[in-house]
C-alpha cells in the first residue's frame, strides 16, 4: 500500500512538473501576467508623485487647434457618405470604428466625460466625435486591457450593441455580463470572425490595474486584424520592448500598425513610461513590425501625462523618416476624421 502511495505521489509530482513546464512565461504561479521575457523593467527608483504631477499637470496649456477636431455634423453626414465603404473612423483617444466589409469594429470605445471611477480621473478636454448612441451598428468589441482609458464602465453598460461580439484578453469576461459573445483570449489565440476576418491576441509591453489589489491580475495584449490581404496592427498601451521584432518576423509586413504616441513623459519624477511608447518608440515599434504605414493614436483627448498636447504629432511626423517611414505613411488623424482603408492602405 506504501507503495501505491508512492507510486501516486511521483506520478503526480511529475505531472505538476510538466505543468509548470508547459506554463507560458507571461503566466505567473500566483494567477497574475507579466510582459513578455526581455521587455523593460521599471526601475525601482522611480517616484510617481500625485501631487507633483498634478501641480505640473495644471502648468499644460489646453488649448486645442481648431483643425484638430471636425464638426459632428459633417462626422455624422461622412459616416452615412461612407456607409457602403470600408473606413477607419478617429472617435478620440484609443477609441475607432474599422468598417471591413460587412463588418464594424470598434476599439477600446470611451464615451465617458473622464477616464476614473465615477466622476475622478483625467477630464476630457475634447468630446467623442459623436455621441455613443449614435455610432453605426458595430459587430466587434475589441478591448486590449482594462486601465479606465480604455475600458470605460459607462460606455461597456450604455454601448447600443450587446449582440456584437466582444474579443478581449484573459479575466476581463467577467465585466461583459450582459453580452452574448465574449470572448476571452490568450496571446496568440486566434478567432475567425468570418469568413474574410480573423483577429488574433498579440503581446504587448503594459500592465494592468484597477484598484488597490489587483495589479496585472487580468493580461493585456495587442490586436492583429486580417481581413482578407490586409493586416491590421492595433496597439495596446505599449512601451517598446524586443517582442515586436519577433513579431514582425512572425506576422509582417503589416500595412498598417496604428499605435500609442502619448502619455509618455513623466518629468521632474522621472523621464518617461516604460509601458508608454515616446512618438520615436513607436516608429521603432511600426519598423520592428515591417509595417507599411503607421497611425499615431493615444493622445490629443486627455492629460495622462506631461508633455504639451500638441507635442506627441509633431514629434512624430519629424521623425518618421529615420525609421524608413516618409512623412506622409506616418498618418495623424484629426479627432472625427474618416478615412477609407483604400486610401489609407494602397
Known sequence: MNFLYFLILVIGLNNLTFAM?????????DGTFRNPEGSPVRSKDVKFSYKTFIKEKKKIDITVPKDHVIDKKIVKENLEKLKNDDY?????????LIKLGETTIITDPVFSKNAGPL????????????QLKEIPKTNVFLLTHNHYDHQDMSTIRGFPYKNAKVLLPLKLGKYFK????VNEMDWYDEIQVNNDLKITL???????????????KTLWGNFLIEYKNKKIFFACDTGYGNIYKELGEKYGPIDLTMINIGAYDFRPMFEKSIYHTTPEEALNVAQDLKSRKVL????GTFVLSLEPIMEPPKRFKDNAEKYGFNKEDALIFKIGQISKISDIIN
Not at 450582459?178 to 459573445?181: F, G, H, S, V
Open 178 to 181: 450582459r453580452y452574448k459573445d
Open 296 to 299: 499615431g493614436t493615444h493622445w
Open 21 to 29: 513546464e508547459k506554463k507560458p512565461y507571461h503566466h505567473l504561479s
Open 202 to 216: 498579440l503581446p504587448a509591453v503594459h500592465w494592468s490595474k484597477r484598484s488597490l489589489t489587483d495589479t496585472n
Open 119 to 130: 466622476i475622478f480621473g483625467p477630464k476630457r478636454y475634447v468630446e467623442p466625435a459623436i
Open 88 to 96: 477607419l473612423a478617429w472617435i478620440g483617444h484609443a477609441t475607432f
